[in-house]
């Protein structure tokens, strides 16, 4: 059963437009790198995507309003006011460009477009599954494709593509054509996927690029960074740079007592087994000892049942030897008596 914000979430993404332009830079590349995350880019021809999410309920991407084609760069920012409901230096200007009657023709450029930020893994090939999750700046259109996908026309059951247990992959085709490349929507079998895909994901919000309100405004208006401003700049940077520095240290400090406590443990696993090695020994030691002195006793014993029998030996002749003389007495006896009474008659 899908978590009912989520199933209607994808009835309605469906449906989903742009409403706009889109760019590919609205994540802090730098807290990806970290958690070594890449990105993904739909390939010419076919592609294979399994969608996996931090996300419990709803939308299992975030959606993203970005201002393209920003200052004399063509720069990309978040549009604060669409995706945080926050005060947005580019919104702002446009309302003042509109107040000064400016065409829709030179706004339009300025307005926010959608995108989607998902983390998918690219179930293409074994290689590429090993790559892991990556993120992809998912235009609405393919956002749309996959919501269309998950819903049954026959019997409008929704499938939760992004479930680790009871989801599937995602094919689609892309075409080198103008418009809108994408097409050919269809879900592989159900299958579970492997804990690692999932698991440890970080927050969509934790890897956005926050734009500075004052710096988005500099830059839509042209104005040049003030004096104070690029000293703020400098004093930003280098305290970015001591942070970076103490943070490269801590970090150095907890490996170096992480290898600590793993020598420390190591040591204590070899003198733990040196202790029973050498409360072996001496149990070892202790017995040959008792058997030595076992069978000492047990000789000493021997030795004296020998001796007792060879008496009890010796006791026995002796008695049988006078038991024979006390007969052959008698019996001398007996015939001196028969003797005497053969005279007698």
Request: hydrophobic share 20%.
């Given at each position: 059963m899908v978590e009912e914000s989520r199933a209607k979430e994808i009835d309605e993404g469906a449906n989903i437009s742009s409403g706009g332009g889109a760019q590919y830079y609205f994540v802090d590349r730098d807290v990806l790198d970290r958690l070594g995350i890449n990105q993904y880019k739909p390939k010419k021809g076919d592609n294979f995507i399994r969608v996996v999410t931090p996300n419990k309920k709803g939308c299992f991407g975030k959606k993203i309003w970005q201002h393209t084609n920003v200052g004399a760069n063509g720069s990309t920012y978040l549009c604060m006011q669409e995706t945080f409901n926050k005060p947005c230096a580019v919104c702002d200007y446009i309302a003042e460009l509109r107040k000064?009657?400016?065409?829709?023709?030179?706004?339009?450029?300025?307005?926010?477009?959608?995108?989607?930020?998902l983390f998918v893994v690219d179930t293409t090939s074994r290689d590429t599954e090993d790559e892991g999750a990556k993120w992809f700046n998912c235009p609405p259109a393919i956002y749309s494709g996959i919501c269309g996908a998950s819903k049954d026309k026959r019997t409008k059951e929704i499938i939760d593509v992004s479930d680790p247990v009871n989801g599937c992959d995602v094919e689609f085709v892309r075409k080198d054509k103008k418009g809108n490349p994408y097409s050919d929507y269809s879900l592989g079998k159900i299958s579970s996927i492997p804990r690692e895909w999932h698991e440890d994901l970080p927050p969509f919000d934790d890897v956005l690029l926050i734009p500075s309100y004052d710096d988005v405004e500099r830059i839509v208006k042209g104005t040049p960074a003030s004096k104070d401003k690029d000293d703020r700049d400098k004093d930003r940077d280098k305290d970015r740079g001591s942070r970076e520095s103490r943070d490269d240290r801590d970090r150095d400090r907890d490996r170096d007592r992480d290898r600590d406590r793993d020598r420390d443990r190591d040591r204590g696993s070899r003198e733990s087994r040196d202790d029973r090695d050498r409360d072996r020994d001496r149990?070892?030691?202790?017995?040959?000892?008792?058997?030595?002195?076992?069978?000492?006793?047990e000789s000493r014993d021997d030795n004296r049942d020998r001796d007792r029998d060879r008496d009890r030996g010796s006791r026995d002749d002796n008695s049988d030897q006078r038991d024979s003389v006390k007969k052959k007495m008698e019996e001398i006896e007996e015939k001196r008596r028969q003797r005497n009474e053969q005279r007698d008659d």
């Open positions: 000064q009657n400016v065409s829709n023709d030179q706004i339009k450029p300025l307005l926010p477009g959608l995108r989607i930020l149990d070892r030691d202790r017995d040959r000892d008792r058997d030595r002195d076992r069978g000492s006793r």
